[in-house]
């Protein structure tokens, strides 16, 4: 069975402060790597994919996120956080070869001024 | 590219009442999702079509949700009779069929049972 785990439902931080958002995953078979963000009363968008290749994977609005197999981890990081990131943040695997994907329950990302 | 539509955006209703939420999905995405949203946790699939099949509705209560696809195109997902712990957010999202692609979604339906 595959799972997702994100570590913090909540993470404070001061603005221009660097963050790291966790996400841990289970599966028995090759897995595809999601980041989304939702803001207030809106869907969720994608922020960045790991399919293949360099496990450093850059994404929209500055984010990127590190792929570890041996730790079956894939944490969100941003060197300096603005305003405007307050969102929700939801990890996601998809099944190499299944079109199907799980959630994580998500954090909600509160940066302070 | 128009992306994944929604309606309505809100639906206030009673228990035991019915609703109904209709998505049009990207143009040319033969796989479209159904997720549910309870405040506070992450979405849950309620049913997945390839098409106009369905190919997992493990998780859809049956006894009181259905969803169609017809044509293979847009969607209506249905809830009779509603439950109060069926107020949530109803995520429409739409992907092209090959592994490893991106799930794009809607900005949802958002369902208060009071």
């Known amino acids: 069975a595959q799972s997702v785990t994100q570590l913090d439902s909540q993470v404070p931080v001061f603005e221009e402060a660097p963050v790291e958002l966790r996400c841990n995953y289970s599966?028995?078979?090759?897995?595809?790597l999601f980041w989304y963000v939702q803001y207030p009363n809106q869907g969720l968008q994608l922020l960045l994919k790991?399919?293949?290749?360099?496990?450093l994977v850059k994404g929209i609005n500055g984010f990127e996120a590190e792929f570890n197999k041996s730790q079956t981890s894939f944490h969100l990081r941003k060197p300096s956080v603005h305003i405007s990131d307050t969102a929700e943040y939801f990890c996601?695997?998809?099944?190499?070869?299944?079109?199907?994907?799980?959630f994580g329950s998500g954090t909600k990302l509160n940066v302070k001024p | 590219e128009a992306g994944v539509a929604q309606s309505p955006r809100y639906k206030i209703i009673e228990k035991r009442q019915s609703v109904a939420f209709w998505c049009n999905p990207i143009?040319?995405?033969?796989?479209l999702y159904w997720y549910q949203q309870i405040l506070g946790q992450g979405p849950k699939l309620l049913i997945q079509?390839?098409?106009?099949?369905?190919?997992?509705d493990s998780q859809l209560p049956k006894d009181r949700f259905s969803a169609e696809r017809l044509k293979g195109v847009d969607s209506t997902l249905k809830i009779q009779p509603a439950k109060l712990e069926d107020s949530a957010v109803y995520l429409c999202?739409?992907?092209?069929?090959?592994?490893?692609?991106?799930?794009?979604f809607g900005e949802g339906s958002w369902l208060t049972v009071v």
């Open positions: 143009s040319g995405h033969a796989t």
């Open positions: 599966s028995s078979v090759s897995v595809y």
């Open positions: 996601a695997v998809s099944l190499v070869g299944i079109n199907k994907f799980y």
């Open positions: 790991y399919l293949s290749g360099s496990t």
């Open positions: 999202a739409s992907s092209p069929n090959f592994s490893g692609n991106t799930i794009y």
């Open positions: 079509f390839q098409n106009n099949g369905v190919v997992d």
